[in-house]
């Protein structure tokens, strides 16, 4: 007893539970409920068109049984229950769940009407003439193999996959805490997309757009307006309204009758011909006299008819409304990447596909080479052989076996173990000279082969154009009609599309009033000309960023409290240059005491490339991926995870480059953001800096060529230095001086990068406000104090610095014009801003 109790690891059930749950979670997501974006497969389906082709179940060979695929599977590769083999494995052959089937299936598969598939000794299968593309070459060790269950076997872990599945035929699944649900689309529209993007990989949303119209069901319908669509290819999540396609047929005696003939997908048709049936009974409906179900071999056709001087509008609408003849198809395109799952763009999706392929097309034209080699390798042993055929023969005669003989022709010839034996098996036959003309021709033809497989790989054009040949081909052999029309809702404007590609200038200002202007209201002018002012603010306010972007690209906003917002640029309201703006609580629902720290436009393009950068006042640092940020919702999501009381004091987007920060204490540190490790979006980040007992982050920059080092003091002094100043540490350090503060100086307000031809804005705690060119700060070192910047009064302090745009002439004329329709002289505007406004 007292071994057992040795033996036994107090362990606290809520840690147990937690491990456990996370395990399982793990196991549902990546081993049997989400599909992976390189072959759009579960692992169920990818083991069950593996285990047909293993027996040889191809589209040209005859039916077997359906129960003799299920049971090669179970055993095989997938120990669960033969239900769910035989489901998923009917799935694949039912026309209205699939939109290109992948397994061929001969007699009862089930019905649209939602009856079950026959028993699995009764139906027989095979593999269909596409599925042949999704498993094709995978004996050319185009794909990687993985133990199978008991590790007895091995199985694909992904299958080659030549042509773009997940978008064609689409997947569902419900995983632990996570959905996926990508619609399928018409494999022309998909493949052209593909093709595209090989041609130009900078290809934008749009421009795919135009081949890939919308998804493609297999029980066709029609999808109801273009915003979900865009919705669900730009941010990978939309709600696409599909209605059944209806025609009314117009009979004697004033009489109607609607026809159905398509429903929405995954729509049950006896239950929505029930639910019609029971609105009718229950006379929550008026005008219809008969509802019959008249489908058949030849297609649907449902037949609703009127009553006399029933309008067929009205019904129509009521049954849009209260039945499954119209449906919202919820598109959430999740899929694995790499072992993770993740929400992707229609974009992201092609580009990974195209990646597997290059994987693919690679692994297949070096297993092909070896395999050339290895032949032209054994030509050049033959024809060498002719050549010295009387002596070669004679060695052999002379030889007591095969073994010696082998020996001798290596040693005599300097032939190779592989060529030596070619030659003892070579048929004497091969000795003719039609026979060596042929091997001639053969080892030319090897030799022309090999020199285009090597520059395949040596040349990625080739390379990308041998998958587009090859996409082009499936295409035009396997490519159908649409069955899915789209069309625009009566009323509906896809606002984006009325938004006028121009663009823009985005201003925010310190006080948090945000606007933007078209680019067209700042005239080029001539070198030394007056330039024209951008923003008419109140007198203790100014511009703090300002953007030039498009109109419909996107720009983040972070706040204090760690969290990040959204917004298109055309949902900023336009103004006129004059004017002062809208205050950003009016855009974005900010919670109480949440102020906007940053304004970040977000490229269009190579999102996973560029990371964002969070600095935290209790000293941490987050490196995050821009990818993780760009599906936030109108509330806004977490950026950062903060401890109780700490606050985010900037961000930054950054591709790599050197980050400094500054503490209150007046110490700084520069280190490369290549020390920081990236995490994910919610967590709390790493240590930037030790910082001692009191001190806290107030700021965080980006080191940028040809800039200086800013930093500035709640007194009001300041200076810029060489940021070469600043030594390149590891990150986690006590850091080095950036000013010598005193109580002359008070604390360290602002640290920033700035350039000579720039003016700062600075700013204390009373509101009064200074604007200074950079050029007449002076340059010190490290460990100085600087100059007086402005004079601050007792119990003031400053508390902000800022960039801006060097001030011209007509600018201060503006101010002063500003200054005299508020009933203030220039005298009365020179006080508000403090008396050393010429500092």
């Known amino acids: 007893m007292s071994d057992i109790q040795d033996r036994l690891i107090p362990t606290e059930l809520e840690s147990e539970v937690k491990k456990s749950f996370i395990a399982y979670s793990m196991a549902v997501i990546v081993n049997r409920a989400l599909p992976d974006v390189r072959d759009g497969l579960k692992p169920v389906h990818r083991r069950i068109l593996y285990a047909m082709n293993e027996l040889g179940m191809t589209s040209d060979k005859p039916y077997r049984k359906s129960a003799r695929i299920v049971g090669e599977v179970l055993g095989k590769y997938h120990p669960h229950g033969d239900a769910s083999v035989y489901d998923a494995m009917v799935r694949l052959a039912q026309d209205f769940s699939i939109r290109y089937l992948l397994v061929d299936g001969q007699g009862n598969f089930g019905s649209v009407d939602g009856d079950q598939a026959a028993a699995m000794r009764y139906t027989e299968a095979r593999m269909s003439k596409i599925a042949g593309h ?133 729509v049950n048709k006896s239950r929505m011909i029930e639910k019609m049936a029971e609105l009718v009974r229950d006379k929550r409906i008026e005008g219809i006299r008969d509802i019959r179900d008249e489908s058949d071999r030849e297609g649907m056709r449902v037949v609703i008819e009127l009553k006399k001087d029933a309008q067929s509008s009205v019904v129509l609408n009521y049954l849009f409304k209260h039945t499954q003849l119209q449906e919202t198809f919820g598109a959430i395109m999740l899929a694995l990447v790499d072992g993770q799952p993740k929400l992707l763009n229609l974009k992201e999706m092609i580009h990974h596909y195209i990646r597997h392929q290059e994987d693919v097309v690679t692994r297949r034209t070096k297993y092909d080479l070896d395999k050339s080699l290895a032949r032209a390798h054994i030509l050049e042993g033959l024809l060498k052989a002719l050549d010295h055929i009387d002596e070669i023969v004679h060695l052999i005669r002379s030889s007591k076996d095969p073994a010696e003989a082998k020996v001798q022709l290596m040693e005599r010839f300097a032939f190779s173990d592989k060529q030596a034996q070619a030659i003892l098996d070579m048929r004497l036959a091969r000795l003719t000279n039609l026979e060596a003309d042929k091997l001639q ?28 040949e090859e996409l082009i081909v499936i295409r035009d052999k396997y490519q159908d009609p649409r069955r899915t029309e789209i069309s625009l809702i009566e ?271 600075i700013i204390n705690d009373d509101g009064t406000i200074i604007r200074t060119p950079v050029e007449e700060i002076s340059c010190t070192g490290r460990n100085t104090q600087g100059v007086k910047l402005m004079r601050v009064d007792n119990g003031s302090r400053i508390v902000d610095v800022a960039r801006a745009e060097r001030e011209s002439e007509e600018e201060e004329e503006d101010g002063h014009h500003q200054a005299d329709s508020e009933g203030l002289d220039d005298n009365d505007a020179h006080e508000s801003q403090g008396e050393d406004g010429d500092i």
């Open 134 to 266: 999704l498993i094709g070459e995978i004996d050319k060790d185009t794909v990687d193999f993985v133990p199978n269950f008991d590790e007895s076997l091995m199985q694909p872990a992904v299958l080659p996959s030549r042509f773009p599945n997940l978008l064609v035929n689409g997947s569902s699944g419900i995983a632990v805490g996570m959905a996926t649900n990508v619609p399928p689309h018409n494999l022309g529209e998909v493949i052209s997309a593909t093709v595209a993007m090989i041609d130009n990989p900078d290809i934008n949303l749009d421009e795919l757009m135009e081949h890939i119209k919308g998804p493609d069901f297999p029980t066709g319908g029609i999808i109801q307006g273009r915003s979900g669509i865009r919705e669900a290819y730009y941010t990978g999540r939309g709600r696409i309204v599909v209605r059944g396609k209806t025609d009314v047929e117009v009979l004697p005696n004033n009489q109607s009758r609607i026809i159905i003939t398509e429903i929405p997908y995954m």
């Open 441 to 468: 021709a053969e080892y030319d033809e090897l030799n022309k082969t090999i020199a285009y497989l090597q520059a395949i790989l040596a040349d990625e054009k080739l390379l990308l154009n041998v998958i587009k």
């Open 491 to 761: 009323g509906e404007i896809d606002i984006e599309e009325l938004i006028p590609k121009d663009e823009m200038v985005v201003t925010l200002s310190h006080f948090g009033y945000v606007k933007r202007m078209s680019l067209s209201n700042y005239r080029a002018q001539g070198r030394g000309g007056k330039g024209v002012s951008a923003q008419v603010l109140r007198e203790e306010d100014y511009t703090e960023q300002l953007y030039t972007v498009h109109s419909h690209d996107d720009l983040l906003f972070f706040t204090n409290q760690g969290r990040a917002y959204n917004l298109k640029c055309y949902e900023i309201p336009e103004t006129g240059r004059a004017a002062r703006g809208t205050a950003i609580v009016n855009v974005l629902p900010l919670y109480p005491e949440e102020k906007v720290t940053n304004m970040i436009p977000v490229p269009k393009e190579d999102r996973d490339s560029q990371y964002l950068i969070m600095a935290t006042r209790f000293g941490l640092i987050k490196k995050t991926s821009l990818y993780a940020y760009r599906n936030i919702k109108k509330v806004g999501l977490i950026a950062i995870t903060l401890q109780e009381g700490d606050t985010l004091i900037g961000a930054e987007l950054i591709e790599g480059g050197d980050v400094m920060l500054g503490t209150r204490h007046g110490k700084a540190i520069r280190f490369s953001d290549d020390r920081i490790r990236a995490t994910g979006r919610t967590s709390m980040g790493v240590r930037s800096m030790r910082l001692d007992e009191g001190d806290e982050v107030i700021s965080l920059a980006s080191i940028e060529e040809g800039a200086q080092v800013l930093v500035v003091s709640e007194n009001g002094y300041g200076k810029r230095t060489d940021p070469d100043e600043y030594s390149v540490t590891n990150r986690g350090g006590k850091g080095v001086k950036a000013m010598n503060i005193t109580e002359k100086t008070g604390l360290l307000a602002a640290l920033l990068m700035v350039r000579p031809d720039e003016d700062i804005m």
